[in-house]
């Protein structure tokens, strides 16, 4: 049987050392696959070639949710294919990057958005990708014109197709799901 060994160290250092393993472990977690978010399911493949092109995909998303929060649309319009769709709660659909431009900067002249995306799936088939989001419990939006805060309760679903080299979006549909924060 072995033998026992004690340590004995300063409670201020077994804190610093207790501390830096749940960060050691925190970053090794982090880098399993994991990544839907606090309220997201989707766990990156383990297959490593998969995987990158899972967050090639997820990359692009994050993309469109940076020109949404910063609202603006000549960051969002390159990553839509030119005859892409878009479909919203309660507005026409809308066919093609360039018709698109009008809803957009109309909305960003009402809503102010601070989306935090929770991933649910970034599906790979061949050239194209299906990616599902939902926004977390908590999540609002901000009326521009009079300064209030609805919560957000909708749900995404983004299809990309490899075009080239890159990702781009040829559908992106919502849907508010009454149970905010729920796939």
Avoid: C
Avoid at 68 to 82: G, T
Wanted: net charge negative.
């Amino acid at each position: 049987m072995p033998e026992e060994i004690t340590v004995k160290m300063p409670l201020r250092l077994a804190v610093s050392a207790i501390a830096a393993l749940l960060i050691t472990a925190q970053s090794a977690s982090s880098s399993d696959g994991k990544d839907g978010g606090s309220t997201g399911a989707f766990t990156f493949s383990s297959d490593p070639q998969t995987a990158s092109v899972q967050r090639q995909v997820k990359a692009l998303v994050e993309r469109y949710q940076a020109g949404l929060n910063s609202s603006d649309f000549s960051k969002i319009r390159p990553l839509f294919a030119a005859d892409a769709v878009a479909e919203w709660n309660e507005k026409a659909t809308v066919i093609g990057v360039e018709a698109m431009a009008k809803p957009y900067e109309d909305l960003f002249k009402l809503i102010k958005f601070d989306t935090d995306f929770q991933y649910d799936a970034v599906d790979i088939h061949g050239e194209v990708a299906i990616v599902r989001t939902h926004h977390p419990v908590g999540q609002t939006e901000l009326f521009i014109a009079d300064g209030s805060k609805k919560l957000d309760f909708n749900r995404e679903i983004f299809v990309l197709k490899r075009m080239d080299a890159d990702w781009k979006i040829i559908l992106y549909t919502f849907t508010t799901q009454p149970r905010q924060g729920e796939q």
